[in-house]
DNA sequence: CATTATTATATTGTGCGCAATATATTATCT
DNA sequence: AGATAATATATTGCGCACAATATAATAATG
């Protein structure tokens, strides 16, 4: 019975890194990282955020996030500037390719399914039942859309 | 439509974060890390076993294993030895103090479930979804039990 | 039997992820 | 206003993950 929900989370572990790995192949196109695309997706909906606000959305802190958006101010995508009014608040800002990477970027999870050979319903199902339990065990911040 | 597939794999990947998140104090107590108690439970599954045994049930890698196998060699825990009729081969064999922490293990999984405020069906739910996408997307060798 | 190819593991380098701590700024409270 | 607390980000250190490469041993081939 203990191992069965060891199974659970192994399995969810390494399906994980197996979706990463299948995106890996097309984001090395646009040069960036899982976890880059995902900083970027979340300032492609909602313009300028803070350092705290795409933590909380991403479920990451401050030394995950800091060299990481370094990278990408290196890469010219994006622009931290301090707030005037709050010099503690590092706002993120996305420069022109950092905007134009999107269009590159929305074809990226279809290719992703079809190189996993996933369907659509399979994914929903996935995704329900995880946002169900991310929602149960922590915050559940995540379809709250938290962009104020 | 893209934007859906893609918070399924955010969501996966934020869920699994969350559940590593929830075993750690838990694991802590016995002085070891995620990936590190899922070694350890293979090798309480079958042992011996080769780094390439580990690894194909893991689907973890060399680079990866290696220095975590040295992490729990230091701490008494396995051994590891070149098979002497192949010496390209490490075998890892569990110590007797390996072979005992399984039972202070055995109550973990139980207290996650509780610490995450979830049900064994909802895992159940989970798991079978996730290892029938592993196997359709890769190699499939999650249930495949090579204990040979 | 020597050469080449294959196999198994190790090494190196980069980028997360997270805990612990540090730093700097702003708010609060006498 | 000055001391204290709270807030936001940065830094450091460790342990994965994974790609690329190296090393060593075995198998296969002529």
């Not at 995508?77 to 929305?106: M, P, Y």
């Not at 995704?127 to 149960?136: D, H, S, T």
């Amino acid at each position: 019975m203990l191992q069965l929900d060891n199974q659970a989370c192994f399995a969810l572990y390494a399906l994980s890194r197996e979706i990463i790995n299948h995106y890996r192949p097309l984001l090395d196109e646009i040069d960036l990282t899982y976890p880059q695309y995902l900083a970027l997706m979340v300032l492609w909906e909602c313009q300028p955020q803070t350092v705290n606000q795409l933590g909380e959305r991403l479920r990451l802190d401050s030394g995950t996030l800091t060299p990481l958006l370094k990278r990408l101010e290196q890469k010219k995508l994006i622009i931290r500037t301090r707030r005037s009014s709050d010099e503690r608040v590092v706002e993120i800002t996305l420069t022109q390719s950092g905007k134009e990477l999107k269009n590159a970027a929305l074809e990226i999870p279809v290719k992703v399914m079809q190189s996993m050979n996933v369907t659509m319903e399979e994914l929903s199902e996935l995704r329900i039942i995880a946002q169900k339990l991310l929602e149960k065990s922590g915050r559940g911040c995540l379809s709250a859309t938290t962009t104020d």
